[in-house]
């Protein structure tokens, strides 16, 4: 009787085991550049990947970094354009905030 390895079956089922849990980072963070207001907070040209210190002081004036998840946005200016517009509400929604 020839014998069969059950190896190669134990680590694939151990590989496929293993990336079911492994969670995979969705989130995207981004800094508004200091300076910017009004029609300027939904323009994607506004933002830069957030840099070591982002300078937030956390007055609710202006979205400091926001944070969005790449499985319900495209990218970057689909998550702007779903505020329409309504400043309060991006703000409100921002990881956190400054004064200008």
């Known amino acids: 009787m020839k014998k069969i390895s059950l190896f190669p079956l134990f680590a694939l089922l ?9 969670e995979k980072n969705t989130m995207q963070q981004w800094h508004l550049i200091p300076g910017k207001s009004g029609s300027q ?3 994607e040209s506004s933002y830069q990947p957030v840099p070591s210190t982002p300078g937030c002081d956390n007055t609710d004036l202006r979205p400091c970094v926001i944070q969005f998840d790449t499985q319900q946005y495209s990218d970057l200016q689909e998550y702007l354009d779903s ?3 309504n400043e309060a509400q991006l703000i409100d ?4 905030t400054r004064t200008n």
Do not use: I, K, Y
């Open 14 to 22: 151990l590989a496929v085991g293993a990336s079911a849990f492994t």
């Open 41 to 43: 907070l939904f323009q």
């Open 83 to 85: 505020f329409n517009g």
């Open 93 to 96: 929604d921002a990881v956190s």
